[in-house]
């Protein structure tokens, strides 16, 4: 069951017909039912000491205390589309070409790499759960 603790804020950015950049403030509820666009637009929302991507990994790593199975297949799922949609070498994750039009598609500032490092860096607290995401070629994990 959600609760408002696991409420993130977080602003949701797309392009217009013209390809300019244009957001609003939305919310999600962290569980394993979101859908993995919307945790990567989560995951790459710049904020005060990164609290967005720090409580992502803590929502994650204390849902694998009595979850660990569906905690692991979720988000190695996660990690396997990212790594299908994003150039990881990019500062910005930048989009693939087969990614260009797909969920993952959206404007997002150039440190991305730095916050998604953040919420590999909160995943870690989990040494089991990383050494089983580690198959995955995330340089982060």
């Known amino acids: 069951m959600a609760t408002t603790t696991d409420e993130v804020l977080y602003w949701h950015m797309v392009w217009d017909s013209r390809t300019?950049?244009?957001g609003e403030n939305r919310s999600a509820i962290l569980n394993l039912d979101l859908p993995h666009e919307i945790l990567f637009r989560l995951l790459v929302t710049p904020g005060p000491q990164l609290a967005?991507?720090?409580?992502?990994a803590s929502y994650f790593v204390d849902l694998a205390g009595t979850r660990f199975n569906e905690v692991l297949d979720y988000l190695r799922a996660f990690f396997v589309r990212l790594v299908q949609t994003c150039d990881l070498s990019s500062p910005e994750l930048a989009i693939l070409?087969?990614?260009?039009?797909?969920e993952f598609?959206?404007?997002?500032?150039?440190?991305?790499?730095?916050?998604?490092?953040e919420f590999c860096k909160g995943l870690r607290r989990?040494?089991?759960?990383?050494?089983?995401?580690?198959?995955?070629?995330?340089?982060w994990l």
């Open 52 to 56: 967005i991507q720090s409580r992502a």
């Open 105 to 117: 598609d959206f404007p997002r500032p150039s440190p991305s790499w730095l916050m998604l490092e």
């Open 97 to 102: 070409p087969d990614g260009r039009g797909s």
């Open 126 to 139: 989990h040494k089991q759960l990383c050494d089983q995401l580690r198959s995955i070629p995330i340089r």
């Open 20 to 22: 300019h950049i244009r």
